[in-house]
């Protein structure tokens, strides 16, 4: 396609690069603009399955992903106390058979690193940081756009990609009112030369307990053990993924727990710690000429390991709307939401689920848990929850008459 219209995207974080990665290869014009005055170490692990995997590989991006990912042999359950193992799935082989595509592990910086780098091959002055958001408004079919130290810029569409904390959603809609889940999430890197063979190993992990539930994985071509804890507690409610803790703290939360765990917390060099902040999905997302995308829009509590996902669809489906209606770029929006919404909103609801199912307090003696993990996660069951998530095709969503993102 010929370049036709140009869209401002707020945020240079997975989702909003993917969106502007996939509008650029559909010939489509784009602004980047980053709060944040330089990329670096941030997050920590992103579990991404096969529907993610799909997106991106269709983005051209498999072989730089393939250079920075660990390929997981499978998942496994762990109970907490005794350390006794359950298969859950093959992420391998099966994978690749059951949905065509793979399920990889990775640092979140090295994910971000290579969507930055496709982004500016395609336009090396796309992406501009220290560009804080102050406002935006609709005058003469244009949204204009106020960045501080900018002068107001016009565009045919805007894309909110800003987080969890939208200013872009602020101004839209409102800031929301967000609940405190009862829940804190503690999360690290390991050295995987720091730990024993079997808990370096090409495997995702689920300890689940009582009240708590730990998950390990190996990300980096398996160089680090990625950690994150989600332990019930009401004494922290601050929101933030820069929040340092303690070593100490995070062992007294899974005190009693099975050395695997105590050991691999011990290890990590320096623990980071956030609330679990609850949301309802949005009944809207778009305004006019503006709308918004990933966590601005759909927050979600970790328990799917979809957050990520859903950015990166969000992206694919929003630029095949835009590219493929130029003329009308409100209903292209219009359209990219209805697309998303119900989906968006079942993986919402479905991690919430997937907290109680973690920590129930069935898990708290072995012979109880064994037959509780043995019954909430046969072959049947997991096929149910996941089936769904893992084989959903973002670029067919969008309908088979949008242009091709070649």
């Known amino acids: 396609m010929a370049k036709t219209s140009k869209v401002a995207v707020v945020g240079a974080g997975i989702g909003g690069l993917t969106a502007a990665l ?31 995997t799909r997106c991106l590989f269709g983005l051209g991006l498999e072989a730089p992903l393939r250079a920075v990912a660990s390929v997981p042999a499978g998942k496994q359950i762990r109970l907490w106390s005794t350390g006794q193992r359950w298969s859950l799935f093959d992420l391998g082989e099966r994978s690749v058979e059951r949905y065509g595509f793979p399920y990889l592990m990775l640092h979140r910086a090295d994910l971000h690193g290579v969507l930055v780098q496709a982004v500016r091959a395609l336009k090396p002055d796309a992406i501009h940081l220290g560009a804080r958001f102050r406002g935006l408004h609709e005058r003469d079919a244009r949204v204009w756009l106020d960045i501080e130290g900018m002068a107001p810029a016009g565009f045919d569409a805007l894309i909110g990609a800003d987080g969890i904390h939208s200013a872009c959603r602020a101004q839209l809609f409102g800031a929301g009112t967000p609940w405190f889940t009862g829940c804190m999430a503690w999360r690290g890197l390991v050295p995987a030369a720091d730990l024993p063979e079997h808990l370096s190993a090409p495997l995702g992990t689920n300890w689940v307990g009582p009240g708590a539930h730990v998950i390990t994985y190996p990300v980096r071509r398996g160089e680090l053990i990625n950690f994150v804890g989600v332990v019930e507690r009401g004494d922290w409610t601050h929101e933030s993924w820069n929040s340092r803790g303690r070593i100490e703290d995070c062992l007294k939360d899974f005190q009693g727990w099975h050395e695997d765990v105590q050991r691999i917390i011990r290890a990590i060099d320096q623990p980071y710690q956030w609330a679990l902040l609850g949301r309802e999905p949005m009944p809207l997302w778009s305004k006019g000429r503006a709308t918004l995308l990933g966590d601005a829009c759909h927050p979600t509590l970790p328990f799917l390991a979809q957050g990520a996902m859903m950015a990166i669809e969000d992206g694919v489906v929003l630029a095949h709307c835009l590219a493929a209606c130029p003329e009308d770029p409100p209903g292209a929006l219009r359209r990219y939401e209805s697309l998303r919404q119900e989906r968006t909103a079942r993986i919402v609801r479905g991690s919430a689920d997937n907290a109680r ?50």
């Open 22 to 52: 996939a509008l650029l290869r559909a010939g489509v014009d784009v602004e980047v603009f980053e709060q944040a005055t330089g990329f670096g170490e941030v997050g920590a692990g992103i579990q991404m399955s096969a529907n993610g």
């Open 357 to 406: 199912r973690f920590h129930n307090p069935e898990l708290a003696h072995a012979e109880g848990a064994a037959a509780y993990v043995e019954r909430e996660w046969t072959p049947e069951q997991v096929n149910r929850r996941y089936d769904w998530l893992f084989s959903y095709d973002a670029a067919r969503a969008a309908g088979e008459a949008t242009p091709h993102i070649a």
